[in-house]
């Protein structure tokens, strides 16, 4: 027991100093490819110990996201190509902010996944699972009520949908996708009107499913996903009309 006592504040030390590294090299514009730091200089940047230092590197090595070469140095690598997708999902976990572009792509992931996901629940969910939607819905609201934020009860309407299709696999895919959009969602409901918009397309989806109406459950979750990007694109704007300045290397 003491052991877990213990490592618990250890690695959220790593983790914290993971996300710390992470938003420098992209406060610095690192590019793919370009060496880092020496190990030297990026203690010193943290103030951590060449041990710690060494801890967090392994950490993004392991997660692909740097690489050591012999006799040369650190470098970053192309995380878009170089690593897998729960990657992402540990990095946004450690400090990582989705860009718009993580988030955009993201959605039209996620987007034939949900439509299959409510197919689905149609066909497999029990009264228990319509129970679970229940409750969520209910919850949602009370928050609503209080002009709360309900980007927790959003997340967990879905995955009581996904869960309704018995399929673990799904599950756990589609959890991931949640888990990496976390901190943009907080801000995507924010806007109290938006939540309570969402909060009515979601009492429409439950109602197809209890019914078992896959035509209608489906057309109702196309429109809801279809509604999403465009909460998506108000927030987040075009990422391809601002341009990237290169840092300068002074």
């Known amino acids: ?10 690695f959220s030390s790593r983790s914290n ?8 090299f992209k406060e610095r514009k690192y590019e793919d490819g370009e060496r880092l730091p020496s190990e030297r ?3 010193e940047r943290f103030n951590v110990s060449r041990n710690a230092l060494r801890e967090a590197l392994s950490t993004l090595s392991a ?3 740097v690489e050591a070469r012999p006799n040369s140095g650190i470098y970053l690598r192309r995380i878009s190509t170089d690593s897998s997708f729960e990657t992402i999902v540990l990095l946004s976990e450690m400090g990582a902010t989705p860009t718009p572009q993580d988030v955009q792509e993201t959605l039209e992931a996620r987007w034939p996944l949900e439509m299959r996901a409510v197919h689905l629940a149609c066909e497999r969910r029990e009264e228990e699972d319509l129970q679970n939607i229940e409750t969520v819905l ?3 609201r009370l928050v609503l009520a209080e002009r709360g934020n309900i980007f927790q009860l959003d997340t967990e309407f879905h995955l009581a ?12 895919l589609l959890n991931s996708f949640y888990r990496m959009s976390e901190s943009r969602r907080f801000a995507l409901f924010s806007d109290a009107k938006r939540g309570a918009e969402s909060a009515i397309q979601h009492e429409r989806i439950y109602e197809a499913i209890r019914k078992r109406d896959i035509a209608a ?5 196309d429109a809801h996903m279809g509604r999403a990007k465009l ?3 108000e927030i987040l704007g075009d990422p391809s009309a601002t341009p990237t300045k290169r840092r300068s290397k002074n």
């Open 17 to 24: 100093l993971v996300g710390k590294m992470l938003a420098f």
């Open 231 to 233: 909460y998506w694109r």
């Open 41 to 43: 200089a990026l203690s």
């Open 63 to 65: 997660l692909r996201v």
């Open 1 to 10: 027991m003491e052991r877990e006592a213990v490592a618990a504040p250890e």
């Open 217 to 221: 459950a489906s057309s109702l979750m």
């Open 138 to 140: 209910a919850e949602t």
């Open 161 to 172: 949908i996904i869960r309704s299709t018995h399929n673990d696999v799904m599950v756990r």
